[in-house]
């Protein structure tokens, strides 16, 4: 059974090709008012997915969009957020079936706002969750 998985714009097949196609310091970068797609396939592990990272230059309120639509008869894609040098994600949302809604993260004692610094999204398998999903930094 060969699976197939998109990798830097080039069609990738192989047993298992999507595990852990990236590691976290080749996330990609989110800015401001953009969108990233992808997909977690039926032949992926639970646990593994992709990395994206976003930037925030000043402490501001941030927001980000998230849309799925998934298969799978349990399960779905996890959404874990992280700031820069940290182990354990501070926000998380999971995702079933077709769902749409939002992370705000922040940063303890400054209100709703996150504070300056750099930020990594890991999209990751579930159970058995597969299917599209995309993250808008609005």
Known sequence: LLGLCRRAGKLVIGADPCIDSMAKSKAKLISKGSTKKGVITANQKAGTGEWYKFVVKKTQKVTLKIST??????????????????????????????????????????????????????????????????????
Do not use: C, H, M
């Open 69 to 138: 639509k998934l298969g799978g008869y349990s399960g779905g894609i996890k959404f874990a957020v992280y700031k820069k040098g940290d182990r354990y994600p501070f926000g998380s949302r999971n995702a079933y079936d077709t769902a749409s809604g939002e992370i705000q993260p922040y940063t303890f004692g400054k209100g709703e706002k996150l504070a300056a610094g750099t930020y990594y999204i890991k999209v990751e398998k579930y159970s058995d969750g597969n299917g599209y999903y995309s993250i808008k930094w609005k």
